[in-house]
């Protein structure tokens, strides 16, 4: 059994930063937490969903060109937390943001490629409104 719940998210003006946590629970969670491939993605009103940033069990981390330099996906496996620091925000980024686990093979943490197909376990999701 794997939950996530995200939190932190909230409203910012342009320039501004915000971080967001994904809390995983569960038995599942818990066992197999630190291997998981672990990110997020977000949807604006109208839009598709979009990857935003993932990050594997080595640590090593993969971005969407439109946040690269400003936000800073992490994970702490001892807490089972999932984090994402957002600098410099933009009114672009305003959205639900989600957080997102899958094996370790998924797409995003094997391929490069911020594919939703291979995640298995959602978070509900936080919204971040960023004013101008």
């Known amino acids: 059994q794997v939950q996530l719940a995200e939190s932190g998210g909230g409203s910012v003006e342009a320039g501004g930063s915000l971080t967001l946590s994904c809390a995983g629970s569960?038995?599942?969670?818990?066992?197999?937490?630190?291997?998981?491939?672990m990110g997020w993605f977000r949807q604006a009103p109208g839009e598709e969903r979009e990857g935003v940033a993932f990050?594997?069990?080595?640590?090593?981390?993969i971005y969407a060109d439109s946040v690269k330099g400003r936000f800073t996906v992490s994970r702490d496996n001892a807490k089972t937390t999932l984090y994402l620091q957002m600098d410099n925000m933009k009114p672009e980024d305003t959205a639900m943001y989600y957080c997102?686990?899958?094996?370790?093979?998924?797409?995003?943490?094997?391929?490069?490629?911020?594919?939703?197909?291979?995640?298995?376990?959602w978070g509900q999701g936080t919204q971040v409104t960023v004013s101008s």
């Open positions: 997102a686990a899958g094996g370790a093979w998924a797409r995003p943490c094997t391929k490069g490629r911020l594919d939703a197909s291979d995640l298995i376990y």
């Open positions: 569960g038995n599942t969670y818990r066992a197999y937490a630190s291997n998981y491939c």
């Open positions: 990050i594997n069990a080595a640590g090593t981390p």
